[in-house]
């Protein structure tokens, strides 16, 4: 038995791809002579991509993904989300996160992540100019960082398997 070890990168990057490793039906294996030698260095036998072998156990993706940090920025009107997972940019609702300070809060209304992105670990959401100017008509984040906070509900995004957000 040859055990695999994906990186956190490498699993990102299949997450990201909605038609492989979802369930039995689209999870296969094929490999060539040179994956793996045995202890007499002898080649394993391939398996052609034409004659993947099918997977015998599948364990669905069950962990719910994690918000690790933000950043955001008032002059470019954008605000960055780092999850620990790549996440579904389409099940995304802005209004499920509360930018907030010591003294203020604002649920975002209008905003929308930005045009062009892509499921991924890093998600921007371009903060719309409505929102913008009633974060700085209420002075949130404007001064220091370290007074800037973020929380939001389990139903603000899901991970590619749709699994929801750890709230926080």
């Not at 072998?53 to 920025?73: C, G, K, W």
């Not at 992540?113 to 998600?123: A, L, M, P, Y």
């Not at 719309?128 to 509900?153: E, P, Q, V």
Request: proline share 4%; charged share 10%; hydrophobic share 45%.
């Amino acid at each position: 038995v040859v055990v695999v070890h994906l990186t956190t990168a490498d699993l990102n990057e299949l997450k990201k791809l909605t038609l492989v490793a979802t369930s039995p039906l689209n999870t296969f294996v094929s490999l060539t002579a040179a994956f793996v030698r045995d202890m007499s260095h002898n080649a394993i036998i391939s398996i052609p991509t034409s004659a993947a072998l099918n997977v015998s156990s599948f364990a669905r993706d069950s962990t719910r993904p994690m918000l690790l940090a933000f950043e955001i920025s008032l002059n470019t009107s954008l605000l960055l989300l780092t999850f620990d997972e790549s996440v579904n940019i389409t099940s995304l609702i802005p209004q499920q996160f509360v930018l907030y300070s010591t003294t203020a809060s604002f649920t975002f209304i209008s905003s929308v992540v930005r045009t062009g992105s892509v499921n991924d670990v890093i998600v921007p959401l371009a903060i719309s100019h409505n929102d913008l100017n009633a974060i700085k008509l209420d002075r949130i984040c404007i001064t220091s960082a370290s007074g800037c906070y973020l929380n939001w509900s389990d139903s603000a995004v899901n991970d590619m398997a749709t699994n929801p957000v750890v709230a926080g």
